[in-house]
């Protein structure tokens, strides 16, 4: 578990599909991801299991934001090559919680937790060109611009730019 000032970190599980549900339901919050839209609790269980399955016992890459125990995110980062230490980043929020910084120190504190096992972890984020807060938080926190890469991101009627961080 990874604690911040206000928030906690913890590994993926089932009992927290019901506020999950609220995340992966919202149009607004998996639109410029590859995620589709969750109809119900049962699809959410399945996605949770997955995020289990994609976590390695070593490095713990997935992680739940809780807020006063109720789960109000995720954060985490895809192994793209362990042994060299690269890896990519996501994080998502429930919208009622946008605005208060609360994914800053969530993305703040995985980094350090990463970087605490893998000092010369490196980072690939990738933002849509139409997420500007996104793009605000991987600068906060040093990442770098490297690219942008053209009609990068497809998605049903969205064809979009895709900027690259590195950090
Ligand atoms: C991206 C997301 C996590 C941001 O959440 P948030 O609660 O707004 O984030 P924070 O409050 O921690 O920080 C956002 C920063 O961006 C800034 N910001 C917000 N809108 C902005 C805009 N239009 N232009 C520039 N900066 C902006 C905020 O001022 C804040 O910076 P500050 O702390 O210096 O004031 C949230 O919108 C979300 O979950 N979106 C859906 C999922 C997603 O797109 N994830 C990213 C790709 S993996």
Known sequence: MIKTKRLELVRFDN???KDLFELWSDYEVIKYTYMPQLKSIDECSEKIEMFINYTDDEVVNNFIILLD????????SPIIDKNKAVFGLYYQLMKK????GYISEAVEAFINYI??????????????????????????????KVGIEKNGF?????TLDIVKFIG
């Open 15 to 17: 009992k927290y599909a």
């Open 69 to 76: 125990g109720k789960a109000i995110g995720i954060v985490g």
């Open 97 to 100: 919680y946008w605005g208060k």
């Open 115 to 144: 970087r605490g096992k893998f000092p010369n972890a490196e980072f690939n984020a990738e933002v849509v060109c139409e997420n500007p807060a996104s793009e605000t938080i991987l600068r906060k926190i040093g990442f770098s």
């Open 154 to 158: 497809t998605l049903n009627k969205f």
